[in-house]
């Protein structure tokens, strides 16, 4: 076994003992865990290890280890005179200059503000896709916000000794809230999963219209990637809603089979977090280091072409790049007999066009 | 049985029309995004221009170097643009591509890049690029057509100094050669040099334009130009694709 999945098994393991930590101790070592849905706890710690083992074996790939080391460093470095120690012994140092530098926390929070919560980006992209996204987003968001205390025992119901019908809230043990079950804020509480459900239809209606109507969607899209996670989140949603249909409409009929088939597809999709298209939501953590990263190369050196003199990236993006580079196995240094030359020091623009003069030379025009 | 199609790049021929550079946005895949480059080599100096397309190496630097794992390759050897959920728009692939192919779009925090026009080859249909070269700087068949009527010779092995990418694109080089060797020394300028070695870029108009590519002679067998009234033109059906 390699050392990758040594640190991702230890990585797997450590983030299900927590989440296993946190129900006992959440649930007062297990006494407000109801156990009728012991099925999604156990789907949520296989889940927690396997995201855990394939976050850090993926972290520890040379590009995404250097760009998670550089964030940690650039958050963390005070001032840039001070100088940051490198991320590691083949890591170049960051540059140095005599002012505070112009990245941090609140770079690192208009990060979040913008990449995680409004999805910016993606409305850029194009605006039905970013409603699409956020209502998909933001309904799973919500159902899973409201499900993992419920099954965790980190919140519980109880009624008032003596009236049934007031509630009080229970949250890791202590009481937080009371209401009426006739209350407006009763029709809320009880029904907030409906209304996650109907947000994410809305979501996965707009996906199915443009996973059938765009051309270059149907082109590339694949099962596996593509399909399966819209099927598998449709079938959490529809038999969610069964379950409401049959306690509020149908006095409870099938509500057995349906609390049966909505565990199964919950877990199903936990189970796909990690091995499918949804581990994105992990993997865009990587975008605040990214943040981070161009935000500090805008104000530290430039790099400069090699070729043509133009400022083509900022000189740490180059230097970590060359470090990648050799990391990877891949050796792109040139030994002629006027002196050394890296390709990573031309730009990308010189090299088309050395390609297309080289080319030239080879057939004599 | 026919015979597989393939990508042929010859940037000798360009003529600089932009006709490749329209056709590729509107491939269904790329979004109304041209992803060719055209670039001029040294406008000051001459109209040499360099078409270039995504070559598709056999294994991909800009893959390998992607944080976010956003760059796959199938099983045809395509190397597809970023995917929309993971990609970070870092740029590690913009600048490691050694061929500088990859594209970053700044307002879609996106990298987006050419994908030999998935959506029709894909279901046997050729590139837009190629499908509108009229200099055949670009061309999409087969193996055969390119030996039977052209003088260059097809190879698929790039030499950057120590490394060595295959590729799934050819590019037309002399007749012995078995590779593309890079040669940066002449091309950059070095201490003491008084020119700019950009300038070694041709001055004048591509041969495709001339009659060195063109002269009925110095194509074996027939006629393969289009230009001329005889019935003879093997191209037209590879065209019509």
Same mark, same amino acid.
């Given at each position: 076994m390699n050392e990758r999945n040594h640190l991702g098994l230890i990585g797997g393991a450590a983030l299900a003992l927590a989440v296993a930590g946190g129900i006992w101790l959440g649930s007062h070592g297990l006494r407000h865990f109801d156990p009728a849905v012991i099925g999604y706890a156990l789907g949520t710690l296989l889940a927690a290890f396997a995201v855990g083992y394939r976050f850090v074996t993926w972290a520890q790939r040379p590009p995404s280890r250097m760009y998670f080391r550089r964030g940690l460093q650039l958050l963390l470095s *005070?001032? /840039?005179?001070t100088g940051v120690a490198p991320a590691s012994a083949t890591t170049p140092p960051l540059h140095h200059s005599t002012t505070p530098p112009p990245y941090g926390a609140g770079t690192l929070g208009h990060a979040l503000a913008t990449k995680?919560?409004? /999805?910016?980006f993606i409305r850029r992209r194009s605006p039905l896709r970013w409603v699409m996204h956020v209502c998909l987003s933001g309904g799973c968001t919500l159902a899973f916000a409201i499900t993992f205390p419920l099954v965790f025992g980190w919140v519980h119901f109880e009624s008032l000794p003596g009236n049934a019908e007031i509630y009080t809230v229970k949250a890791l043990g202590l009481a937080v809230d009371q209401f009426s079950v006739h209350s407006a804020k009763a029709f809320v509480m009880f029904n907030l999963l409906n209304f996650s459900a109907v947000i994410v239809l809305v979501g996965l209606v707009l996906a199915a219209y443009r996973r059938v109507t765009d051309a270059g969607e149907l082109a590339t899209q694949k099962f596996f990637e593509d399909i399966l996670p819209l099927l598998l989140i449709f079938a959490v949603t529809v038999t969610g809603l069964a379950l409401t249909v049959s306690y509020k409409?149908?006095?409870? *009929?099938g509500h057995g089979l349906w609390a049966l088939v909505h565990m199964v597809s919950v877990v199903a999709l936990l189970l796909y977090i990690p091995f499918g298209k949804l581990f994105h939501i992990f993997q865009r953590t990587c975008s605040l280091s990214v943040s981070l990263y161009k935000k500090a190369g805008q104000h530290g050196p430039r790099a400069h072409c090699r070729a043509c003199g133009e400022d083509y990236a900022s000189q740490m993006h180059v230097d970590d790049l060359k470090v990648v580079l050799d990391q990877l196995g891949f050796d792109y240094r040139f030994a002629t007999a006027r002196g050394r030359v890296h390709y990573q020091d031309i730009c990308p623009a010189c090299r088309r066009r050395l390609l297309a003069l080289n080319q030239g030379r080879s057939i004599g025009r | 049985m026919t015979s597989e199609l393939e990508f042929f790049i010859d940037p000798s021929r360009c003529i600089g029309c932009q006709a490749c550079v329209q056709a590729c946005a509107e491939c269904g895949t790329h979004r109304g995004v041209p992803m060719i480059h055209l670039d001029y080599v040294h406008r000051p100096t001459g109209v040499q221009t360099a078409p270039v397309v995504c070559m598709h190496c056999e294994d991909p630097t800009c893959a390998r170097v992607c944080p976010a794992d956003a760059i796959k390759q199938d099983d045809e050897g395509i190397v597809h643009s970023a995917a929309k959920p993971r990609c970070v728009a870092c740029s590690n692939c913009v600048l490691a591509c050694p061929f500088g192919v990859p594209k970053m779009k700044v307002d879609f925090d996106l990298m987006m890049k050419c994908d030999m026009c998935y959506d029709r080859t894909s279901v046997g249909k050729k590139p837009m690029c190629a499908t509108v070269c009229p200099s055949g700087a670009l061309y999409y068949g087969t193996r055969e057509y390119v030996a039977e009527f052209r003088r260059e010779t097809p190879v698929n092995e790039f030499r950057f100094g120590r490394e060595t990418v295959r590729t799934k694109v050819n590019m037309m080089t002399a007749p012995q050669m078995k590779a593309l060797p890079f040669d940066v020394a002449d091309f950059l300028p070095w201490e003491g040099q008084d020119f700019d070695p950009l300038s070694l870029a041709r001055a004048g108009a591509p041969d495709a334009a001339s009659?060195?590519?063109?002269?009925?002679? =110095?194509?074996? %067998?027939?006629? %393969? =130009? %289009?230009?001329?009234?005889?019935?003879?033109?093997?191209e037209a059906a590879a065209i019509a694709n």
């Open positions: *005070r001032k /840039q005179s995680f919560v409004t /999805q910016d409409f149908m006095a409870g *009929r | 009659s060195s590519v063109w002269d009925e002679e =110095s194509l074996p %067998g027939t006629c %393969g =130009s %289009g230009n001329c009234a005889c019935k003879q033109q093997p």
